[in-house]
């Protein structure tokens, strides 16, 4: 398989990517224009190279993404580099929200509706507001509009050409890497069909319901379940469902649903794949996740408690105060015994 | 040039069709620049926010790259890590800004280098 892009070109735009990158960086003397030609050189390279890919997969005859794809990847891109190099964290998190709505636009492109929807719901909506409450906890002492006024920690970045450096020869490995394996990816282990209704055969339930909403049941029909595994006896391939009538707790009639009566209504959707793939796969893993999400709050809580120091005085007043609480108990309770 | 143009078919609708690795790349190396991009970003910048929120970009890519390939495999296992790199972020994010305002309390100062003589 021979490389998908040219790897002098590769790390050319990779090159002209550091260099933007460098000059976006914020430092005392550069300006407002200098900050704009960074960002705009970094998001032209690494758009460009990615319309390049495009456009040399179709020269080869291969299928190009989707043309929402380049706006969509061009404003993550820009936006990203906003977030690494705005002067104001306010604005960096305001720019991030924009990363994560381009993100999730080539999410849907992907075909992943539910991850876009919850990762805009959970990033934007939850842990970004948790950034822009401590932005405002944890601010310096305020400054105006200029950017002179500002302080050394936001308005200086640390060694700017020797980090774009080393985001240069990343970003220059990691699609080496990449684009030398590609053509080496195993295809897809499934076909389309089956990948699409492979999760059906374990959702009898689901099955019953859309085969009785389409009219193919009669009363006390049902989809077939094999009796050692429960799953639903449906063969995705040949497009055939056996149904059975039940009677009491026995079986008392069999028949075949042919492909003609496969009702286009049956088909497993992206919800059901994931919602069937995260319980049935990853049970353990879902535990886990609980365990992590508890601990980070237990941990946070304590990291952020605020320890107030009392003077020896008042902490005597406080202990006699709950002393006397005590005594008050003890007495109260004395005297209704 | 027509069939760039094709509109998006939602899963939702109809299974989509098998993913070819030339449509596989561009999505990998957006996700690789806007990894570098954080890290450039974590490496360079001083204000601890402005570096949690390159951490936070990081994941983002790596989240992308999840959901490109699972989409060339036609699996939900993709999308299922996603879901877990969602919850560790999520838990990072909380413990990150804890520490950031106990920091900030100790030395009225957002810098990294405020930190410095904690270098071992």
């Known amino acids: ?337 | 040039m027509m069939h760039a143009f094709e509109s998006i078919q939602l899963a939702q609708l109809a299974f989509p069709t098998e993913m070819s690795t030339s449509v596989l790349a561009p999505y990998l190396f957006v996700s690789a620049a806007m990894f570098c991009i954080g890290l450039v970003g974590f490496l360079t910048r001083k204000n601890m926010i402005i570096m949690f929120l390159c951490t936070e970009l990081m994941f983002q890519a790596a989240g992308l790259a999840l959901i490109a390939f699972g989409r060339h495999h036609l699996g939900a296992d993709g999308q299922t890590f996603v879901i877990f790199v969602l919850c560790i972020a999520a838990a990072e994010a909380a413990m990150a800004l804890a520490l950031v305002v106990l920091l900030f309390r100790h030395r009225e100062s957002l810098s990294a280098s405020a930190w410095k003589e904690l270098n071992g």
């Open chain 1, 1 to 337: 398989m021979e490389q998908i892009i040219s790897p002098i070109a590769l790390y050319l735009i990779c090159a002209l990517g550091a260099a933007g990158i460098a000059l976006a960086l914020p430092r005392r003397a550069s300006s407002k224009t200098f900050e704009y030609v960074g960002v705009i050189l970094v998001t032209a390279a690494f758009g460009f190279a990615a319309l390049l890919l495009g456009l040399k997969a179709s020269d080869a005859g291969n299928p190009m993404p989707n043309f929402f794809f380049y706006p969509f990847a061009f404003v993550a891109i820009g936006a990203s580099v906003r977030v690494m190099t705005h002067k104001r964290p306010v604005y960096s998190a305001l720019y991030f929200i924009m990363t994560i709505i381009a993100s999730c636009g080539m999410y849907i492109l992907l075909s992943a509706e539910f991850m876009a929807f919850a990762l805009i719901i959970i990033y934007a909506g939850a842990i970004l507001i948790t950034y822009l409450f401590v932005i405002m906890l944890a601010t310096q002492a305020p400054t105006g509009d200029g950017d002179d006024e500002l302080d050394d920690v936001d308005a200086v970045a640390r060694e700017p050409m020797l980090a774009s450096a080393i985001g240069f020869v990343m970003v220059g490995l990691i699609t080496a890497a990449m684009f030398g394996g590609i053509g080496q990816l195993p295809d897809s282990k499934m076909t389309q069909a089956q990948a699409a209704n492979s999760v059906l055969v374990n959702l009898p339930k689901k099955v019953d319901k859309i085969l009785e909403r389409e009219g193919l049941l009669a009363d006390g029909w049902r989809v077939s379940r094999d009796t050692q595994t429960g799953q639903a006896m449906i063969d995705v391939d040949d497009r055939t469902i056996q149904i059975e009538l039940i009677e009491g707790d026995t079986v008392s009639a069999t028949r075949l649903l042919t492909t003609d009566d496969w009702p286009d209504a049956l088909a497993a959707d992206n919800i059901d794949r994931l919602g069937f793939n995260l319980m049935h796969d990853h049970p353990i893993m879902i535990e886990l996740a609980g365990v992590i999400l508890l601990m980070a709050m237990l941990g946070a809580t304590v990291l952020a408690r605020k320890h107030t120091e009392l003077e020896e005085a008042l902490k005597a007043a406080q202990a006699r105060k709950l002393g006397t609480m005590f005594d008050d108990d003890e007495e109260s309770s004395g005297g209704h015994a």
